[in-house]
């Protein structure tokens, strides 16, 4: 049996049926091919399938599509405007934190919502909100120079 959601998805309505198990994950890559979510561990443990739900980050492994019913889902397909890349996604660029870039779309949608919450964040502040996200090529220093930059409204 099918449950029928309509989901809000970087701008745009997306109506669907879906199996109850459906993750938000599964839904986001299999239904609407949008491959920038990554896959990893499955189990939340990696953070590499982070998306903003209502603007605050959650692993889409572990939520259901029927749980994001009727709410806002942000993924980083979603983030540039206008041809232009959102702040973050330049800075990332910029301070080359892009290597392998598996968990580059959980990063900076992490960051979108610190820096949403928080404009200047504490060298600690950043590390606690990116502390669920595994980098298995350990740029976490240029990650958080692109963070502290972007904060700063610095570019390099």
Not at 5 to 11: C, P, T
Not at 54 to 65: E, H, I, T
Not at 123 to 131: F, S
Not at 135 to 155: D, F, H, P, T
Request: proline fraction near 4%.
């Amino acid at each position: 049996m099918k449950i029928s959601i309509d989901i809000h998805v970087n701008g745009e309505q997306y109506p669907a049926e879906v199996e109850p198990r459906t993750t938000l994950l599964e839904f986001l890559r299999g239904t609407l091919h949008l491959t920038g979510t990554k896959e990893g561990c499955g189990l939340g443990d990696c953070g590499t399938c982070i998306v903003l739900l209502d603007g605050k980050p959650v692993n889409s492994c572990l939520v259901l599509a029927v749980d994001a019913n009727g709410r806002r889902v942000t993924t980083i397909e979603g983030l540039a405007e206008d041809g232009k890349l959102h702040p973050v996604q330049q800075s990332f660029i910029d301070n080359g934190a892009v290597q392998c870039g598996f968990c580059t779309p959980a990063m900076i949608l992490t960051t979108k919502a610190l820096l949403d919450k928080n404009p200047d964040p504490a060298e600690g502040e950043i590390k606690q909100a990116l502390g669920g996200i595994l980098c298995r090529c350990g740029s976490y220093q240029k990650i958080l120079n692109s963070v502290q930059a972007v904060g700063k409204g610095e570019r390099k």
